[in-house]
Nanobody, 115 residues
Framework: QVQLVESGGGLVQTGGSLRLSCTAS????????MNWYRQAPGKQRELVAT???????TYTDSVKGRFTISKDNAKNTCDLQMNNLKPEDTAVYYC?????????WGPGTQVTVSS
């Protein structure tokens, strides 16, 4: 079974930064498109960022200019650098892979931004 695990979540003040990392347990990571999703309490899950097989990156409008998705096939990792965090960024962040979206999900990591 493919396993994805997120790390790097935590509590940060408004304007601060966090770097989330997703580590995959598979050797076929190089052919995985990767995504970061987030879900706040009482809200639907939303797509935050995508790293495609062709190397394109896309972002939801609310995080453009603040978040950066990257992928390192040698390390089997996909990171989400989050800068200038806002309270509305508070959510559980999920790594997703294998498509757009793919079938594989991590268990999530909590990001809380205090005002």
């Amino acid at each position: 079974q493919v396993q994805l695990v997120e790390s790097g979540g935590g509590l940060v003040q408004t304007g601060g930064s966090l770097r989330l990392s997703c580590t995959a347990s598979v050797s076929v990571f190089s052919i995985f498109g990767m995504n970061w999703y987030r879900q706040a309490p009482g809200k639907q899950r939303e797509l935050v960022a995508t790293f495609t097989l062709g190397g394109r990156t896309t972002y939801t409008d609310s995080v453009k200019g603040r978040f950066t998705i990257s992928k390192d096939n040698a390390k089997n990792t996909c990171d989400l650098q989050m800068n200038n965090l806002k309270p509305e960024d508070t959510a559980v962040y999920y790594c997703n892979g294998g498509g757009y979206p793919g079938p594989y999900w991590g268990p999530g990591t909590q990001v809380t931004v205090s005002s």
